[in-house]
């Protein structure tokens, strides 16, 4: 009737029989939590979040009795990533996911500022050189007629010196 290695019987049967549960641990690995729920038939398996979970316990009759496993998951289907992509590729993507996108959290307004800083400090070197040229020209109009001017003389090669040999762009 059934056969799982030659894909018997080739198409859905409607049968009786009892639900069965998927019951996943809360402290298993997520990307682990999935794998049982992947299922090669037409039909993909759908799971849910319990809120509680009374254990099957048995009293006396020598059956099964179960722990209290504490909260219970229950994937609904594949992740998004997993239905389209291997396992370890889906895996790797999630990853990069992960640290991608705070990464471009972070660098895109630092890069947002980093022209705007950079020009700042251009104008900044070039508006100290005119407040030193702005102090001389001061200086020289204070000066008595008669008095010689060799020292601001100078102090303005110095300036046009520091000015011809500034990089600016």
């Known amino acids: 009737m059934a056969d799982l290695a030659n894909d018997l019987p080739p198409n859905d049967l409607t049968l009786i029989a009892n639900v ?39 009293r006396g009759s020598g059956g099964p009795a179960a722990q209290q496993p504490g909260p219970v998951f229950l994937p609904v289907g594949p992740p998004f990533l997993q239905r389209y992509l291997p396992f370890w590729l889906a895996m790797l993507a999630e990853r ?8 471009v959290g972070i660098i895109y ?14 104008r900044r ?11 001389l020209e001061a200086d020289l109009e204070r ?3 008669g008095r010689p001017v060799d020292d601001i003389d100078a102090r303005l090669t110095d300036l046009e010196h520091r000015a011809n040999s500034m990089r600016v762009p």
């Open 109 to 122: 307004p630092v890069a947002r500022f980093l022209p705007g800083f950079y020009g700042w400090s251009m």
């Open 143 to 145: 000066r008595d007629p």
């Open 20 to 58: 069965g549960s998927l019951v996943v641990r809360d402290d298993l690995h997520p990307a682990l939590q999935y794998l049982p729920a992947r299922r090669r038939i037409s039909r993909p398996l759908r799971a849910r979040r319990l809120r509680s979970w009374s254990p099957i316990s048995s």
């Open 125 to 135: 070197r070039i508006y100290r050189l005119y407040g030193e040229l702005k102090f």
């Open 96 to 103: 990069l996911l992960f640290v991608v996108i705070p990464v």
